[in-house]
């Protein structure tokens, strides 16, 4: 059976992306704003869940204190993973570029006792997964 794994970035691009190097390995729920996430999060159990921070444009390179206390952020997720102790079995990768972001949602889901990789987004595909059937031709 196909892992389940849950995709959050905003990037229609990388969305394409991912699922061209997963979607043969895992089912996969692919969504763009924290609220959903967190919802699939609530309903769903997933072995691997991938977050990105900035998830609207004005995010882009904002300092970390500004979007700190933002709701569609990946941050808001891991707050929200951690206060409902959501998915404690999933293997956590976060993949954005916002390292400052990154750093505390890595930091948050350690200390929570969940298995949490900082993976740029570019590395996703050297992924290794419990089952590497071939693709489809």
């Keep these: 059976m196909k892992p389940h794994v849950l995709f959050l970035d905003d990037s229609a691009d990388r969305h394409a992306r991912f ?3 997963v979607d043969f390995r895992a089912t996969i729920d692919r969504v763009e704003t924290a609220k959903l996430a967190i919802e699939l999060l609530r309903r769903r159990n997933y072995e691997r869940v991938f977050l ?4 609207v444009p004005s995010h ?3 300092p970390l204190a500004q979007t700190l206390e933002l709701d569609n952020t990946g941050l808001a997720v891991v707050r929200a993973i951690v206060r409902e102790n959501l ?3 999933a293997t956590y990768y ?3 570029l916002n390292t400052a ?3 505390v949602m890595v930091r948050m889901l350690a200390e929570s006792g969940r298995d ?6 570019t590395i996703i595909h050297t992924l290794r997964w419990p089952t590497n059937p071939e693709p489809h031709p």
């Design 116 to 121: 949490v990789l900082q993976t740029p987004f």
């Design 19 to 21: 699922r061209s190097i």
């Design 101 to 103: 972001a990154s750093n």
């Design 60 to 62: 882009y390179g904002a």
């Design 87 to 89: 998915n404690p079995a």
């Design 94 to 96: 976060v993949h954005t």
């Design 52 to 55: 990105d921070h900035d998830l």
